[in-house]
C-alpha cells in the first residue's frame, strides 16, 4: 500500500451545512437559527451575565478584596538550600543565581525557613521570613537586608 491508496477512516470529514438555499432544502428562510429576533442576528448573542435588564448577579455581588497590577514577585530560597556553601561565605544575590537557586537579579529575593542551616553563614536577602532569621542567627551566622 502507498500513500496515495490511504483512505481516510468512515465519517472522518463532516461535509459543511449550506444553508439559506430556499425552503425545499430544511435550511432555507431562516437558515436554523429559529425565528427572527436577538439570536438570529449576526455576530455575538446576548452577553453571558445578562438577565433581561435586571441588574445582572455580577453587579449584585459586593466587591471584595485587591489584587495589585504590579505585585511584587519574591523569589524564595529555602534554610536547607544554603547549606551547599562552605561556611563563611557571604551568601549574595549573584552568589545564589551562579548556583541556579534564582533566576534573576532583577526581582527580590525572600530566605525561607525550610530544612535546618548547619553552617555559619552571612545572608544578604531582600527579605526574611522570622523562623529563618532565627535559625541562622542560631547557627552562628548573621543577616542583611537589602534594599
Known sequence: ????????????HKRKKIVGRGRGTGHGKRCGSGQ???NCRAGRAV?????????????RLPKVGFRSKWPDQYQVVNCESLNRFEEGTTITPELL????????????????????????????????SKTALEKITKAGGTTEILS
Not at 451575565?49 to 453587579?59: C, K, N
Not at 551562579?98 to 553563614?121: A, Q
Open 97 to 128: 543565581k551562579d548556583s541556579s537557586l534564582i533566576r534573576s537579579l532583577l526581582k527580590p529575593v525572600k530566605i525561607l525557613s525550610v530544612g535546618d542551616v548547619n553552617k555559619k553563614f552571612k545572608v544578604q536577602a531582600h527579605r526574611f
Open 47 to 59: 452577553m453571558l451575565a445578562y438577565e433581561g435588564g435586571q441588574m445582572s448577579l455580577l453587579r
Open 1 to 12: 500500500m502507498q500513500a496515495h491508496q490511504l483512505r481516510s477512516p468512515e465519517g472522518s
Open 36 to 38: 427572527t429576533g436577538q
